[in-house]
Each structure stands twice: as structure tokens, then as C-alpha cells.
């Protein structure tokens, strides 16, 4: 287990960690990128402080790994781009350093980055999400469902082991609801909502597609696939698309040169659906400080 460092030197680790992420949210903000050379020097300052403090270099390289794991499967589902996987994980590298060892520090800080986001999408994209009531009824009543099944569920354990923490199922119904808006409600709210029209002409480099173009048989066509679609798909054995993939909107990145021109040749299409990217950073940042400091 690895424990946190004396309190003397965990003050200046704190004032490193905010510097880090000031600039990682600066960077986001104004570029929508946090860059390598900042994620890659700050990850290598916490592996290093946690050889200088004895801190247990084997287990934090094993947490890495995990937390890095963790931001690949919310790349490929589309949650975030590679940058902020790459964020995230230099990120969590510091939290063995003030906290005990845990796995579900990565869910605990991603889960309350959702809770810090998701005001800012509803308000600031309301007039957008208003327009998917069907969508909205739709996830809402899976939210319920889920929660309550969370619930039912602990309260029969809780029966089983002559124990009821009413507050413990309150939690419960909480954070089920939020674990299903972080991984199905928010990836589809984003999907819908925050995208615009842009001509094929008017594409430029880092646009990310909100629809997946796919050329067959000399023709193309415009995929929209939801999270759970695509699981059954990949569950069962089945290729994503059939065909060649011009843009892909899982890939959660903006369009590179190749793939625009790409675009261009196709006879037809004149728009694409691009997503507006969000920036990551400074709702993770303070979702880490909330996680590692209360």
C-alpha cells in the first residue's frame, strides 16, 4: 500500500500539481489540446517523486497502467479525445502520492468531472438538448430504472446481512443515476447536441466528425451508431462498418489533411456533422482536487 508523503513536502507537491493542471486547463481552453510534452513532463515528475519518497514505484506504475486503461476504453466509447486520456492518466499518477492506493480513484474522479460538466452542457447547450425530447424521456427513464435497480439490489444485501443503511441506499439511487448519464446519457447528449453543419469545402484540420462516412461499392454513406449499438456489434464478432471508413466519428479526434481531401473526392457529399469539442481538463482537474483534498 502506498501512503501519503509527510505533510511539510505534500504542500509543495500540491502547489507542482496546480501549476500542472492550470496550464493543462489554459491549454485546453484556448487550443482544445492539452500538449505532450506537458502531459509527459509532469507524469514523469510523479513517478520520480514517488522513487524519491519511497512511495512504492511498482504499485503506482501498476495504478498507471489501470487509470491508463481506464481513459483508453472512455477514448475508444468516445467520451473524450487521446489528449485528455493522456491528461487523465498523468493526472491520477500524482494520487498515490497523497492518498492511499485505490482502483476506483479513476471512476471517482471521472464521475465527478461529469457532475462539474454536466450543468455547463445543459445550460449552455439547452436550446440544442431541448430539441431531443424524445431522447431525453427516453435516457431518463433508463436512469431511473437503472438507479432503481442499484437500489433493489443493495437493499437485498442489506436484508441479507440484518443491516439497512437507508443512507447507503440513498447513495446508491445517486450514483447509479450518475454512473448511467457519465457513460450512456452524456456520450449521446454530446452526440446530439453539440454538433453543427460545416461544408465540405469549409473542413479544416482537428474538425471532429459527429457521423462516420463510409464508402462501399464506389458509394458513400452517413453511420450513426449509439454506444450500445456499437457494444452488441463488438460483442457479437461483428466489424463496426462495412467498408472503407473515411471519418470516423469513434475515433473521438479531429480530421487529419489526408482524410479532408478524402471527403472532397466523394461526388455528393457537401456537408458533414461535426462535434464541438470540450474541454476536459479543467473539469477533471477539479474533479481531482475535490477527490484527493475532501
Request: glycine share 4%; aromatic share 16%; with cysteine.
Amino acid at each position: 500500500m502506498i501512503y501519503p508523503p509527510l505533510e511539510a513536502f505534500r504542500f509543495s507537491l500540491l502547489l507542482l500539481l496546480l501549476a500542472f493542471c492550470l496550464l493543462a486547463s489554459l491549454f485546453d481552453l484556448r487550443r482544445r489540446v492539452v500538449p505532450d510534452w506537458l502531459n509527459a513532463t509532469f507524469f514523469a515528475v510523479a513517478l520520480s517523486m514517488a522513487f524519491f519518497l519511497r512511495a512504492g514505484l511498482i504499485q503506482q506504475l501498476l495504478f498507471v497502467a489501470f487509470c491508463f486503461a481506464f481513459a483508453f476504453v472512455l477514448y475508444k466509447l468516445g467520451a473524450w479525445a487521446g489528449g485528455d486520456a493522456k491528461f487523465f492518466t498523468a493526472l491520477l499518477a500524482f494520487y498515490p502520492l497523497f492518498k492511499p492506493l485505490d482502483y476506483a480513484a479513476p471512476l471517482h474522479v471521472f464521475l465527478t468531472a461529469v457532475l462539474f460538466l454536466a450543468p455547463f452542457i445543459l445550460f449552455s447547450h439547452w436550446r440544442e438538448i431541448k430539441r431531443e425530447k424524445q431522447m431525453l424521456k427516453a435516457l431518463a427513464v433508463k436512469a431511473i430504472g437503472s438507479a432503481v435497480g442499484a437500489v433493489a439490489f443493495a437493499f437485498v444485501l442489506s436484508i441479507a446481512f440484518k443491516r439497512i443503511a437507508w443512507i447507503g441506499l440513498f447513495w446508491s439511487f445517486v450514483i447509479s443515476a450518475l454512473a448511467f448519464f457519465a457513460f450512456t446519457a452524456l456520450p449521446e447528449l454530446m452526440r446530439k447536441a453539440l454538433r453543427k453543419q460545416v461544408a465540405i469545402a469549409q473542413l479544416q484540420d482537428g474538425a471532429i466528425p459527429a457521423e462516420t462516412i463510409v464508402v462501399a461499392r464506389g458509394k458513400w454513406k452517413a453511420v450513426e451508431l449509439g454506444l450500445l449499438q456499437a457494444a452488441k456489434k463488438l460483442a457479437s464478432g461483428k466489424r463496426l462498418f462495412e467498408g472503407k471508413v473515411v471519418a470516423n466519428a469513434f475515433l473521438a479526434r479531429g480530421l487529419e489533411k489526408s482524410e479532408i481531401v478524402e471527403l472532397k473526392k466523394l461526388r455528393g457529399l457537401r456537408f458533414l456533422q461535426v462535434r464541438e469539442s470540450l474541454a476536459f481538463a479543467p473539469m477533471l482537474s477539479m474533479a481531482f482536487f475535490a477527490v484527493v483534498l475532501l
